[in-house]
């Protein structure tokens, strides 16, 4: 099958992998304290019930408003204090990697180079922590690399983030959530769990284990019993895969239904029996997402893999409920429907990495589009403090170096919120809206 994949440089077919763009892309913040109306007092239970689905409908809605989010309060304090000419005092969102150990072996992973290598040494990783909650961090992102929830001390540091009123996000394949049940129940605002599936053999094609043995229903499981404790939200991912030159091998398509597409392989037939499945085991949103190749830039599906998509999709909506949603990541729509995966861009800094970063065990980056890439590290935090980091001379270069026009053509999921930046540094900054997710 000729996938139409427009590549800005060429790629050796090995090195071309898929790639969750939950890199990027963070779910909603669902803080349960804005159930506790002042005014409950003086309703009954139904009105509750009734004002608090609302109010959760609309946090959805918001979910993957990376540019509305720019409108809080806090944001629009943070951003006017940034000084454009040297740094901001400390980012609001740090996106941490613990460790780059891994228990699964997906022959996809876009980290596959730089997995199972190292890990910051927990006496290191909890001082960190200290660090960002005293520099004024307000969001933290627990993601990979490799699966955070392997670190031995990744338990403390959700107790401690939790405890400062940090808010926390969780990336995982999900076969840790049982073990550190309580304190993850407790603190964290989201947990979204990489899927990709939604029977054990397409799982244990996509999301293999080291001993080959299927990992499936240990973590639906874990999810089922997280359900039921969870104060956040919690997600199920699904990436869309298919057979091509990037890598996959392909989940061959069952059912009578989709016997004109039988020659397919990919896992977007089990779209519908996954969201199934989230919705009974207590997730609070299905996402499905894009392929990307490993530099960022969303794979193009064929036309014929875009019916089953549109019309999965479309039997996963009337699974929808007031507490369960489908979502759809924001480039899903260009990969499926041809658009080019190129994305032009006018301006030449990019204001968002004064808000945002990356730290990882091999060192910190100007953003996650660029982990591991040595030009885009802008310090190493195993031998420097966050604060020495953040202002060191490395970072200021590598800021200044950067440049969005040229080095960032990939589709980028904070390009409307550069741009939206830029207009109001130039044009004034709107009435500021109420703080409602932190995870800009």
């Known amino acids: 099958m000729n996938i139409n994949l427009i590549k800005p440089k060429e790629i050796s077919i090995k090195n071309i992998e898929s790639v969750h763009d939950s890199i990027n892309h963070e779910p909603f913040d669902f803080n349960y304290s804005y159930i506790e109306n002042k005014d409950a007092v003086n309703k009954d239970s139904s009105e509750i019930f009734a004002e608090n689905r609302s109010l959760r409908s609309l946090r959805v809605s918001k979910t993957l408003d990376l540019r509305g989010k720019l409108e809080q309060k806090t944001v629009i304090k943070f951003l006017k204090s940034v000084d454009w000419e040297t740094s901001s005092k400390s980012p609001l969102v740090v996106e941490l990697d613990p460790t780059s150990m891994c228990n699964l072996a997906c022959p996809d992973c876009i980290s596959g180079s730089l997995l199972n290598k190292e890990e910051i040494p927990s006496e290191r990783l909890l001082n960190l922590t200290n660090e960002m909650i005293d520099a004024g961090v307000k969001a933290v992102i627990l993601i990979g690399g490799g699966e955070p929830m392997m670190h031995p001390a990744i338990g403390e540091v959700i107790n401690q983030l939790g405890k400062a009123d940090v808010r926390i996000g969780i990336t995982t394949n999900g076969l840790y959530l049982k073990k550190y049940l309580n304190v993850t129940a407790e603190y964290s605002s989201w947990v979204r769990v990489s899927m990709d599936a939604g029977t ?132 899903l729509w260009a990969s499926l429907h041809g658009e ?56 200021k270069e590598v800021i200044n170096q950067l440049n969005p026009s040229k080095d960032c053509s990939m589709h980028c999921i904070r390009h409307e919120s550069n741009e939206t930046i830029e207009r109001w540094l130039a044009g004034g900054f709107p009435l500021p809206t109420d703080d409602f997710d932190f995870f800009i």
């Open 200 to 331: 054990d053999a397409t799982f244990n094609r996509i999301r293999p284990s080291s001993t080959g043995k299927s990992l499936f229903n240990s973590a639906i499981n874990n999810m089922e019993v997280f359900a039921r404790s969870k104060r956040g939200k919690l997600g199920y991912s699904f990436m869309i895969f298919n057979e091509g030159d990037f890598g996959f091998k392909g989940i061959p398509i069952k059912g009578n239904s989709l016997d004109k597409f039988r020659h397919l392989k990919t896992n977007v037939n089990e779209i519908y029996t996954a969201a199934k499945l989230a919705r009974e085991i207590g997730c609070d949103y299905f996402e499905i997402k894009p392929m990307y190749d490993v530099n960022h830039f969303a794979i193009i599906q064929p036309k014929e893999l875009t019916q089953i998509v549109d019309e999965q999709v479309a039997m996963a909506k009337e699974l929808e409920s007031p507490n369960f949603k489908i979502l759809e990541a924001s480039k």
């Open 340 to 395: 080019s995966n190129l994305e032009p861009k006018e301006y030449t800094r990019c204001a968002i990495t004064q808000a945002r970063t990356l730290i990882t065990p091999s060192g910190v980056y100007v953003c996650p589009y660029f982990r591991g890439q040595e030009q885009q590290k802008i310090g190493d935090i195993q031998n420097q403090s966050f604060s020495n980091m953040w202002h060191g001379s490395l970072r």
